[in-house]
């Protein structure tokens, strides 16, 4: 079986998975709607500040929600392995003739497929709620682009885990690490208006440039935050090597569980 | 059984870690994110938005921790531990009440720890220590507050997942209300949920003490809005208890 044929099943079966335990997939959808929704409410004054980069708290605060949940749907098929790996199907599915590559592949189109799926219903309500896409359909382009790379990038991480650690203690690993990752940056307020600590932490931290391509196209024209090349490549850059490393980690992690 | 139920507490640093060190964290967080927007109109004058924040992290850190205590009783529950104490020669009510004292003690010993952690960075309490030993007290009876709501939900379901399910909701109640920015500067439906949710009017009462000083309106908020849930809970805790034992 090819590598491509047998990933397609395995995400498949990772998709079916959705209705037979939403609690598995729920949490990652009604994140970004809950945070979406609260921290604009509860910050809605932070956009008076001279020079904050748009008028409407809700475009500041919907591109973390999304990749808050982009995150979680990738670290919620982490979840899944780990209870696959504790039940014994894991093993059946390492006999399987299945290339050891498509049980990474299959998982990351699941993956894929659960944060295109998060943005078609996050994004609507977003535009419901007042989101104003400054940037029009390259802005959209940019959030969801933003949002797969940071599902496939957490994929990488919380299958890593889930091989070395075998048990629910990568749970809680996953969800603390990305929690912590996504919010040490600038997440609630742009980092030109961060002081101290966090100022130095958000600017080396590589997901705050994620952050920058999801929000380039929500913020207003003429801003150091809009749509332009240079808030685009560091973005796609910190993809690309945040992505590679994590899935070259999920991928040593496979074959410590083989050996 | 206060004794135990702290003791048990303080001996599982994986449950009681994340409610002591998130708020921390989040105040952190704030302080670095937020210090421009004191100038806002509508913000009470403050020294940092440390300061600000300290009332926020008090009652976010206890509302967190009171869960976990309702988890424990559950999971005595489900062990079958809590029928072993209902067989013994006690009060049953005394049972219920000794597990919600030591939920008290742990929200007080986390209110102590957040203001004397944060103190030193900013977190100047007006009303000095007169005012923080009032957030102290405040701190334990919010912990003994939803720790019996929490143990009503535990004594009925007899699942420690079904009592961490409800931390959702706690951290919408949080959020649905003026903990992290001033209701001033809110607008709209946001604003007006924030003014019906209590939880504003008890942050605000311990923000009173942090940013103004002793007065009778941060008094009442601090201890009387929390004291007056307290009582409910209770009385909703021990109903769920009767109805329990009667079914038995």
């Not at chain 1, 130095?200 to 024209?221: E, K, S």
């Not at chain 1, 980690?249 to 410590?256: H, N, P, S, T, V």
């Not at chain 2, 008090?58 to 976990?68: D, K, N, P």
């Amino acid at each position: 079986m090819s590598t491509m044929r047998s990933a397609g099943q395995i995400s498949l079966r990772n998709l079916r998975a959705i209705p037979r335990l939403p609690s598995a997939f729920f949490p990652a959808l009604l994140m970004p709607i809950f945070t979406m929704i609260a921290f604009s409410g509860t910050f809605y004054a932070v956009t008076k500040i001279p020079g904050f980069p748009t008028d409407r708290s809700i475009n500041w605060y919907m591109p973390i929600g999304v990749l808050f949940g982009s995150s979680f749907s990738g670290i919620g098929i982490g979840f899944t392995t780990i209870r696959d790996i504790e039940t014994g199907f894991y093993d059946r599915l390492r006999m399987s003739p299945a290339p050891r590559n498509a049980l990474i592949i299959g998982p990351l189109f699941t993956a894929w497929m659960r944060t295109v799926i998060l943005n078609l219903i996050v994004v609507p309500i977003g535009v419901a709620l007042g989101v104003r896409f400054e940037g029009g359909i390259l802005a959209v382009l940019s959030l969801l682009a933003a949002s797969l790379g940071m599902s496939t990038l957490s994929l990488g991480w919380g299958l890593g885990l889930a091989y070395r650690f075998r048990d629910m203690r990568a749970a809680a690993i996953m969800q603390l690490s990305i929690f912590i990752g996504l919010y040490l940056t600038s997440a609630q307020m742009p980092l030109e208006f961060i002081d101290g600590w966090l100022h130095h932490v958000a600017t080396y931290n590589p997901i705050t440039y994620i952050l920058y391509l999801a929000r380039q196209g929500l913020v207003l024209d003429g801003t150091s935050h809009d749509m332009s090349w240079s808030n685009t490549w560091p973005g796609l850059l910190a993809i690309v090597v945040l992505s590679g490393l994590a899935l070259a980690f999920a991928r040593r992690g496979l074959d410590k569980l083989d050996k | 059984m206060a004794w135990r139920s702290t003791k048990e507490t303080f001996r599982q640093p994986a449950l009681v870690g994340p409610s002591m060190i998130f708020p921390i964290f989040f105040a952190a967080l704030g302080a670095s994110s937020f210090s421009r927007a004191t100038s806002l109109p509508g913000f009470p004058k403050v020294e940092s938005f440390l300061q600000f924040s300290l009332a926020a992290t008090v009652v976010q850190g206890v509302l967190f921790g009171s869960v976990t205590g309702a988890a424990a009783l559950a999971t005595d529950i489900q062990n079958g531990f809590f029928d072993r104490l209902l067989l013994a020669p006690t009060s049953r009510t005394g049972i219920l009440i000794g597990r919600l004292a030591g939920s008290a003690i742990f929200g007080a010993v986390q209110a102590a720890a957040f203001i004397a952690v944060l103190w030193p960075f900013g977190a100047t309490i007006k009303s000095s220590f007169g005012g923080a030993l009032v957030m102290v007290l405040s701190g334990g009876i919010v912990a003994l507050a939803i720790g019996s709501l929490m143990s009503a939900v535990a004594i009925k379901t007899a699942s420690a997942e079904a009592v961490q399910g409800t931390f959702p909701l706690l951290f919408i109640l949080l959020f649905f209300s003026s903990a992290f920015f001033p209701r001033e500067t809110m607008s709209g439906l946001y604003r007006n949920i924030a003014d019906v949710n209590p939880i504003s009017y008890l942050v605000e009462g311990m923000r009173e003490l942090v940013l103004v000083g002793f007065s009778t309106s941060a008094m009442a908020k601090a201890i009387f809005i929390p004291t007056a849930i307290c009582v409910v809970a209770i009385l909703i805790a021990l109903r769920q208890l009767r109805v329990r034992l009667a079914s038995r």
